[in-house]
C-alpha cells in the first residue's frame, strides 16, 4: 500500500477506496498513542462565568413565556385561508350564481329576499271567483313561470 | 416538586445524554425553563469549551455559547431524538461558529501539510513518549493550544469533537455535516499538525 499516496487523497479529500479506508483506519489507531492525541484529552474544559449563566437563565425566561406563534401559525393559516377563500369563491362567485335559483342576484341578502318573496307569493292562492289580473297585481306574482313554460310550453295562470 | 427536580438533576448529571430522562425532553419540548436548566447544567462547559476554541475569542465564544442554549431552546421541538442530544447541541454550535467566523471575515485557512524540518507529516508515535509516565505540563498544554489555534477551522472541530469531546465517527459527521470518510481524513491530518507542533516544542525545549 503506498503510503504517500493515501496521504495525498486524504489531503485533496478525495474518495478512498475500501483498502485505502482500513489503512487510513490503521494509521488512526497509529495516532492514538501520540502524545499531542494525549495532551488534547487532558485539556481542561472552562466553565463559563456566573455571569454568562444568569444571562443565559434571563433570556431562556424571557423566550419561555413568548408565545410560540410563528410556527404554529404557519402551520394553521394556509388552510383556514384556502378553505375561506374557496368557501367565499364557491357561495358569492360564479360557481353559485350559476346552480342557485336567483342567479341574478349579487349578494347573498338580495338572493334570499328573492327567494322569500317568491315562496310566499306560491302559497297566496286566489280564491274561487277571484279577479285574477288584480290578484297578480296584488301579489306581485309573475305571469310567467319558467317552471310552466317548462312542464307545459306555456303559463298555467294564462290558461286559467 | 423540588424533590423531584433535584432527584432527575441527579439523573441527568450522572447519564451519558442518551440516558436524558425522557421526562426532560419532553419537558423542554413543552418550552419549561427549569427543565432545559439541567440541560445547561451538564453542557455549559463543553459547549462553553468547543465554541471558545473554535472562534480564539473569549468575547465571541461567550455571546456564540449564549446562542447556542437560546436555539436550542426555542427549537427543542425540532429534536427528534435520532441523535445524541449532545450531538445535536454541537451541531448547532458548530453552524454558529462558521456564521460568526464569516461575520469575522475570517475565511477557514487552507491546510498545508507539507514537512518542515526534516519531519515526515506521518511519523508514529513518538518513543521518547510514555503517557503512562509522563505528565503533560502546563506549557505542553499552551503549546498544543497555540498548535490547535494554528489549525484550520474544519480540521480543529473535528478534532475537538473527537479527541476532547470524544463523539464518535458518525456523531461528528451529523454534527459538521460532511461523511464519515471526510471526517476520518480531516482527524488524521489535524493530528498530523498537531504532532509536527508538539514536536517542535519538545526539540526546542530539549535545546535549552
Same mark, same amino acid.
Given at each position: 500500500?503506498?503510503?504517500?499516496?493515501?496521504?495525498?487523497?486524504?489531503?485533496?479529500?478525495?474518495?478512498?477506496?475500501?483498502?485505502?479506508?482500513?489503512?487510513?483506519?490503521?494509521?488512526?489507531?497509529?495516532?492514538?498513542?501520540?502524545?499531542?492525541?494525549?495532551?488534547?484529552?487532558?485539556?481542561?474544559?472552562?466553565?463559563?462565568?456566573?455571569?454568562?449563566?444568569?444571562?443565559?437563565?434571563?433570556?431562556?425566561?424571557?423566550?419561555?413565556?413568548?408565545?410560540? *406563534?410563528?410556527?404554529?401559525?404557519?402551520?394553521?393559516?394556509?388552510?383556514?385561508?384556502?378553505?375561506?377563500?374557496?368557501?367565499?369563491?364557491? !357561495?358569492?362567485?360564479?360557481?353559485?350564481?350559476?346552480?342557485?335559483?336567483?342567479?341574478?342576484?349579487?349578494?347573498? $341578502?338580495?338572493?334570499?329576499?328573492?327567494?322569500?318573496?317568491?315562496?310566499?307569493?306560491?302559497?297566496?292562492?286566489?280564491?274561487?271567483? $277571484?279577479?285574477?289580473?288584480?290578484?297578480?297585481?296584488?301579489?306581485?306574482?309573475?305571469? *310567467?313561470?319558467? !317552471?310552466?313554460?317548462?312542464?307545459?310550453?306555456?303559463?298555467?295562470?294564462? *290558461?286559467? | 416538586?423540588?424533590?423531584?427536580?433535584?432527584?432527575?438533576? #441527579? #439523573?441527568?448529571?450522572?447519564?451519558? /445524554?442518551?440516558?436524558?430522562?425522557?421526562?426532560?425532553?419532553?419537558?423542554?419540548?413543552?418550552? /419549561?425553563?427549569?427543565?432545559?436548566?439541567?440541560?445547561?447544567?451538564?453542557?455549559?462547559?463543553?459547549?462553553?469549551?468547543?465554541?471558545?476554541?473554535? %472562534?480564539?475569542?473569549?468575547?465571541?465564544?461567550?455571546?456564540?455559547?449564549?446562542?447556542?442554549?437560546?436555539?436550542?431552546?426555542?427549537?427543542?421541538?425540532?429534536?427528534?431524538?435520532?441523535?445524541?442530544?449532545?450531538?445535536?447541541?454541537?451541531?448547532?454550535?458548530?453552524? %454558529?461558529?462558521?456564521?460568526?467566523?464569516?461575520?469575522?471575515?475570517?475565511?477557514?485557512? %487552507?491546510?498545508?501539510?507539507?514537512?518542515?524540518?526534516?519531519?515526515?507529516?506521518?511519523?508514529?508515535? /513518538?518513543?521518547?513518549?510514555?503517557?503512562?509516565?509522563?505528565?503533560? #505540563?502546563?506549557?505542553?498544554?499552551?503549546?498544543?493550544?497555540?498548535?490547535?489555534?494554528?489549525?484550520?477551522?474544519?480540521?480543529?472541530?473535528?478534532? %475537538?469533537?473527537?479527541?476532547?469531546?470524544?463523539?464518535?465517527?458518525?456523531?461528528?459527521?451529523?454534527?459538521?455535516?460532511?461523511?464519515?470518510? #471526510?471526517?476520518?481524513?480531516?482527524?488524521?491530518?489535524?493530528?498530523?499538525?498537531?504532532?509536527?507542533?508538539?514536536?517542535?516544542?519538545?526539540?526546542?525545549?530539549?535545546?535549552?
Amino acid at each position: 500500500m503506498n503510503r504517500e499516496k493515501i496521504v495525498q487523497k486524504v489531503q485533496h479529500e478525495e474518495r478512498l477506496t475500501p483498502k485505502e479506508s482500513a489503512f487510513l483506519e490503521a494509521m488512526l489507531e497509529e495516532q492514538r498513542g501520540q502524545e499531542a492525541v494525549a495532551v488534547v484529552k487532558s485539556l481542561k474544559r472552562d466553565e463559563p462565568s456566573l455571569a454568562w449563566r444568569s444571562s443565559v437563565n434571563e433570556r431562556i425566561a424571557k423566550s419561555a413565556v413568548k408565545p410560540r *406563534r410563528s410556527r404554529q401559525f404557519i402551520k394553521v393559516a394556509p388552510p383556514v385561508v384556502l378553505a375561506a377563500a374557496l368557501t367565499a369563491w364557491f !357561495v358569492l362567485g360564479y360557481g353559485g350564481s350559476e346552480n342557485l335559483p336567483g342567479a341574478n342576484s349579487t349578494s347573498i $341578502t338580495s338572493f334570499l329576499y328573492e327567494w322569500h318573496e317568491e315562496a310566499s307569493a306560491a302559497v297566496i292562492l286566489p280564491d274561487a271567483g $277571484t279577479d285574477l289580473d288584480g290578484f297578480l297585481n296584488r301579489t306581485g306574482h309573475q305571469s *310567467r313561470s319558467d !317552471v310552466d313554460e317548462l312542464l307545459y310550453g306555456g303559463s298555467v295562470i294564462e *290558461r286559467l | 416538586m423540588g424533590i423531584l427536580l433535584n432527584n432527575m438533576r #441527579t #439523573t441527568v448529571r450522572h447519564s451519558g /445524554d442518551s440516558a436524558l430522562d425522557r421526562t426532560i425532553i419532553s419537558r423542554c419540548k413543552n418550552r /419549561d425553563a427549569e427543565a432545559f436548566s439541567m440541560i445547561v447544567d451538564q453542557y455549559q462547559a463543553r459547549i462553553y469549551g468547543f465554541v471558545r476554541r473554535m %472562534l480564539r475569542n473569549t468575547e465571541d465564544a461567550e455571546d456564540v455559547a449564549q446562542e447556542v442554549f437560546i436555539k436550542a431552546f426555542e427549537n427543542f421541538d425540532r429534536f427528534d431524538g435520532r441523535a445524541s442530544l449532545s450531538t445535536w447541541l454541537f451541531k448547532i454550535a458548530s453552524n %454558529l461558529c462558521i456564521d460568526r467566523a464569516r461575520k469575522r471575515g475570517r475565511r477557514p485557512e %487552507l491546510v498545508s501539510l507539507e514537512p518542515g524540518n526534516g519531519e515526515g507529516i506521518h511519523d508514529a508515535a /513518538d518513543s521518547r513518549w510514555d503517557p503512562q509516565s509522563s505528565a503533560v #505540563t502546563s506549557e505542553m498544554e499552551q503549546a498544543i493550544e497555540e498548535a490547535l489555534a494554528q489549525l484550520s477551522e474544519k480540521l480543529r472541530s473535528v478534532l %475537538l469533537l473527537h479527541d476532547l469531546e470524544e463523539l464518535s465517527y458518525e456523531e461528528i459527521s451529523k454534527a459538521v455535516g460532511i461523511p464519515v470518510g #471526510t471526517v476520518k481524513s480531516r482527524l488524521f491530518l489535524a493530528r498530523n499538525q498537531l504532532q509536527q507542533a508538539l514536536k517542535r516544542y519538545l526539540i526546542g525545549e530539549a535545546r535549552q
